[in-house]
């Protein structure tokens, strides 16, 4: 019977009716989860493919941060991190997640920032800032300024 009130409806019911289902096809299909999909295309991003499950499985933002600072040494070893870590021994944001460096030369992941929203933010806004073309110094100059609220530099 139910059938019956739709094909008895106006066309013009009938046809805001599909495109109702057509959109929420093309918004389902849209929330799908394009694994390790980033939207940083600019930027130098490491593969998560050897990086540790517990990464793997990590918030997007989280592997992502993984991916930027792996691959992006050279930038993050002059960027602090204001969480408490020097306590840890770590020397910049990039000791987050980078412990050393294996016999292989492959990176020791360390987990830190898998369980830390603010190595993770300040690796996030570096990114953002890179991505629009600021320079070391500008991004560090922001990270401070942004971050020094939470905590001593654990830059020595």
Do not use: W
């Amino acid at each position: 019977m139910r059938s019956n009130q739709i094909t008895s409806q106006p066309p013009f019911v009938k046809a805001i009716f599909l495109a109702l289902i057509v959109l929420l096809a093309f918004a389902t299909t849209g929330c799908n989860d394009n694994t390790n999909q980033s939207e940083h295309q600019s930027l130098k991003m490491a593969s998560l493919e050897n990086m540790p499950a517990d990464v793997k499985s990590a918030p997007l933002v989280v592997q992502e941060a993984y991916q930027f600072s792996v691959a992006n040494p050279d930038l993050m070893t002059h960027i602090p991190c204001y969480c408490g870590c020097g306590d840890m021994g770590h020397t910049s944001n990039y000791a987050c997640y980078v412990s050393g460096q294996g016999p292989d030369g492959k990176p020791e992941y360390d987990t830190h920032a898998l369980g830390c929203s603010i190595c993770v933010d300040i690796t996030q806004d570096s990114m953002r800032l890179f991505e629009q073309g600021k320079s070391l110094a500008e991004v560090r100059s922001y990270i401070d300024s942004t971050y020094a609220k939470y905590g001593p530099s654990n830059i020595p």
